[in-house]
């Protein structure tokens, strides 16, 4: 087959993507591929063999790469069949289970719908973006926490994968396949084990060192998306008060542009002088991932026209 030109297969790849991230959402729960590797590494917490730390470091290094090279290898694989597109249209569908902005934005929708109707419902909906426990939050701190959620998975778990494609895409289409799927595969380990403890130390830094770009390139796309552009300098100011070194700087973005409070009770507020969120500006936020993933795509796709012009 005639290698394809990069620009085009970039195009494909980004459209195959964003096609299915909008028709379908998520692959099948059963054959996801993200939820088998989470099962596959659940083991592996028990096999530190003694020394938790270099295990950790070990597994931490070891499983994204493994992801980066399957995804690689049968993305080369394809572009040797003689079928057109195959390898553009195998590594749309790395990209597509590397990112995730649909399931996201319908688990938010559904917090915030229920949020002042039924708390319980909202508050058992909520554990599906974050980890804390919901069972004493008010409504007004559960539409916070799904804001927050919003804002740091839209930069985690979507614009990190897509932007790594692109990057690596002027390497080769295997290498933009090899990064998102290395960075799904830390940000999974991270997920995993990346809590306080010797064992998840090296997954959480690593996690930290990969979503630094991706954090702070995250809030143009949210300040536009939220009708405010401005609101990434704004931000600045709100990017510290979270432990993480990342997670401030979508989330600020938000608080900002929505000029709400954002608060994890005990551990950081930030937009302080602000309430809480509305049930009409939680559903701003969704608005505003939504419309940041677009433009997203939309720059992905430009990036590849421009190249094959």
Same mark, same amino acid.
């Given at each position: ?75 080369? &694989? ?48 909520? &554990? ?125 973005? &938000? ?22 969120p509305t049930v009409t500006e939680s559903h701003g936020a969704v ?21 094959? &012009?």
């Open positions: 087959m005639t290698a394809l030109d990069p620009g085009l297969a970039l195009v494909v790849s980004v459209a195959v993507a964003g096609g299915l991230e909008t028709a379908v959402g998520e692959p099948p729960a059963a054959a996801h591929p993200v939820a088998l590797l989470g099962q596959a590494v659940e083991p592996l917490a028990g096999t530190d063999f003694g020394v938790p730390r270099l295990a950790g470091t070990v597994y931490a290094l070891a499983v994204p790469t493994s992801c980066a090279l399957v995804a690689a290898a049968a993305v080369a &694989l394809a572009a040797r069949l003689p079928v057109p597109f195959a390898d553009a249209l195998l590594a749309g569908l790395v990209l597509w289970v590397a990112s995730s902005v649909r399931l996201l934005v319908e688990s938010g929708r559904r917090v915030v719908e229920s949020s002042d109707t039924d708390l319980e419902d909202a508050r058992g909906a909520l &554990l599906a973006l974050v980890g804390r426990d919901a069972s004493e939050l008010s409504a007004g701190l559960v539409r916070s926490a799904a804001v927050e959620s919003l804002a740091e998975n839209f930069s985690d778990g979507f614009l990190a994968p897509l932007s790594a494609f692109v990057a690596f895409s002027f390497v080769s289409l295997p290498a933009a396949a090899a990064a998102a799927a290395f960075l799904k595969g830390a940000n999974t380990m991270d997920s995993m084990f990346g809590y306080p403890g010797p064992f998840g130390w090296a997954s959480a830094r690593l996690d930290d060192a990969l979503m630094f770009v991706p954090a702070r390139a995250s809030t143009p796309f949210l300040a536009v998306g939220a009708g405010d552009p401005e609101a990434p300098l704004r931000a600045r100011r709100y990017a510290r008060e979270p432990a993480s070194p990342n997670a401030g700087w979508p989330m600020g973005t &938000l608080a900002a542009a929505l000029n709400v409070r954002l608060e994890k009770p005990g551990t950081y507020t930030l937009n302080g002088v602000a309430g809480h608005g505003a991932v939504c419309r940041g993933a677009v433009l997203a795509y939309g720059v992905a796709v430009t990036v590849g026209v421009l190249r094959w &012009l």
